[in-house]
């Protein structure tokens, strides 16, 4: 769409149009604008209506700013999935410390998506996030031990190699797939020699 307006009223309405092109073509102008569309944003975030809340979740993926990545975080606890699945992408594009928790309990979220967004998010993270996803290699579900490696084999820090040698030995081909795949990307040579 050509229209272009900065009146932060204005993009709120076409965000809340209900046509996706409309709503689309404003959250990119929602960038040039910035934190002046927080508390418009921060108030459609109350909507009942889980498509609102899409879209304002969408707009804030946009602003660079620890109020927005805070909305965010909120947004990660939404009833709604595609809400969750919106707030993890963009916390993966402006990573956020403090996500942390929440994004280490969507690991095992039902919705795979969402969990490998989740991942993603941590990866963004870097070394802040190893600690916290060697820990969840723990876990006894599968699934989160998967995420969790693939996590940690797309994060270049050294670090990432103890973990990551320790998955070798899981009893999960994915995870040891990916554990592989992480100590390569390292540089560590993949033939290993057991002591006899």
Not at 2 to 25: I, Y
Not at 79 to 98: H, I, K, N, S, W
Not at 119 to 145: C, F, K, N, Q, Y
Not at 158 to 179: G, N, R, Y
Request: charged content about 25%; some cysteine; proline content about 5%.
């Amino acid at each position: 769409m050509a229209w272009k307006n900065h009146d932060p009223q204005t993009l709120l309405r076409e965000l809340q149009s209900g046509d996706d092109d409309r709503s689309e073509s404003a959250v990119h102008q929602v960038a040039e604008l910035g934190e002046h569309m927080l508390p418009l944003l921060l108030e459609q975030l109350q909507s009942p209506e889980p498509d609102q809340r899409w879209w304002a979740t969408a707009a804030l993926t946009h602003i660079d700013s620890e109020e927005a990545r805070k909305a965010l975080l909120e947004s990660l606890k939404d009833e709604d999935t595609a809400v969750r699945q919106c707030a993890a992408f963009g916390l993966r594009r402006y990573p956020y410390v403090d996500a942390i928790p929440i994004l280490l309990d969507l690991l095992g979220d039902q919705d795979r998506l969402l969990a490998r967004l989740a991942a993603d998010a941590l990866a963004a993270l870097g070394e802040s996030a190893v600690s916290p996803l060697t820990e969840s290699m723990r876990s006894e579900d599968a699934a989160v031990r998967i995420e969790a490696a693939r996590a940690l084999a797309s994060i270049d820090d050294p670090s990432v190699i103890a973990p990551l040698f320790a998955a070798l030995d899981d009893a999960s081909s994915i995870v040891t797939h990916w554990a592989e795949e992480g100590l390569q990307r390292r540089g560590v040579g993949m033939v290993f020699f057991k002591p006899s």
